[in-house]
């Protein structure tokens, strides 16, 4: 009968909502001992010039080592952490091992490479942002052009006062700032004129579909207005060598992807070094 079927659905439905209610709840109640048990552990991708092939930087990426699921990637568990606030203990995590990772290889008398942290939704962090950055290049004596801060483009549409304020003040200390998945949402062009951005990450989505002449024409053009704009950019995601092709032949020189390499531990990425 009817009813029947929409008793099945929401109980379908139901199901699925409590089975989301529960990871979330899981996760909220087992990132307190992830951060304080180490669980957490940072991994680096490394970012090259395709017309050389020189690693000239990396981005950190958290990875958590569950001690009963494995490892569990970002995509499932940051955007329960920024609904509840976690993320910014997750994030200053992140950018301390980075901290003390760049100051042990200056220690060693490896030059260091810069490298990109990932930023939540700005409001997240409250006033400290600025602060916290700051101390935390001060404590381990790094230079802050080491640091990219890569911000969402979705996080960039929204606080536009606070960030502008954010963004100055690092930025007159040294530290860059990069427009992360550029091209996924949908008030990029007006950001690309008004953010004071140093770098443009184009998305991988961008990268799909080479085969379609239309998907050519769109890279090639946001590559040729990148350019005229000043802001340096790099592809994200390149997967194969056509892709690589493509990029030169259009003039973006950066890539970070699989083709190259995948995110390693930090021992790994310094052994490249
Ligand atoms: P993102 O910042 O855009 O990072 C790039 C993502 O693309 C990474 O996924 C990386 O492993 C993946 N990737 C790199 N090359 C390729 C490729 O050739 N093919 C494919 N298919 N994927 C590639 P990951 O590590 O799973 O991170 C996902 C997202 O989670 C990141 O996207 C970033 O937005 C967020 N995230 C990661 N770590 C942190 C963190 O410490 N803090 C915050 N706030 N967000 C983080
Ligand atoms: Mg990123
Ligand atoms: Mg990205
Ligand atoms: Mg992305």
């Not at 109980?11 to 699925?16: E, G, L, M, Q, R």
Request: aromatic share 12%; with cysteine.
């Amino acid at each position: 009968t009817i009813k029947g079927k929409v008793f099945s659905f929401y109980s379908f439905y139901d199901n699925d909502l409590r089975n989301s209610l529960m990871l979330e709840k899981k996760i909220e109640n087992e990132i307190t001992t992830a951060l304080k048990e180490k669980q957490l552990e940072v991994h680096i991708q490394p970012k090259v010039n395709m017309k050389t092939g020189q690693i000239i930087g990396g981005e950190a990426l958290v990875r958590w080592n569950h001690p009963h699921d494995g490892y569990l990637y970002p995509n499932l568990y940051i955007p329960v952490l920024e609904k509840s606030g976690y993320i910014v203990d997750v994030d200053i995590y992140v950018w301390t091992e980075v901290f003390q990772f760049l100051q042990k290889l200056i220690e060693r008398g490896v030059t260091p490479l810069p490298i990109s942290l990932n930023v939540s939704r700005l409001h997240e962090y409250q006033k400290d942002f600025v602060e916290v950055l700051c101390c935390l290049s001060r404590e381990y004596k790094i230079p802050p052009n080491l640091i990219t801060l890569e911000i969402t483009e979705s996080a960039l549409a929204e606080d536009s006062t606070f960030l502008f304020q954010c963004m100055g003040k690092l930025q007159e200390k040294g530290f860059s700032f990069s427009m992360d998945d550029f091209g996924s949402g949908y008030s990029s062009m007006n950001m690309l004129k008004d953010e004071p951005l140093d770098e443009v990450k184009i998305d991988r989505l961008f990268l799909r579909n080479l085969g379609n002449s239309k998907s050519r024409t769109v890279i090639r053009h946001i590559i040729f207005m990148l350019a005229e704009l000043g802001i340096d950019m790099i592809a994200e995601g390149v997967e194969t060598k056509e892709q690589e092709q493509f990029l030169l032949e259009c003039g973006c020189y950066k890539a970070q992807g699989y083709l190259y390499y995948k995110p390693m531990p930090l021992v790994d990425f310094e052994k490249l070094l």
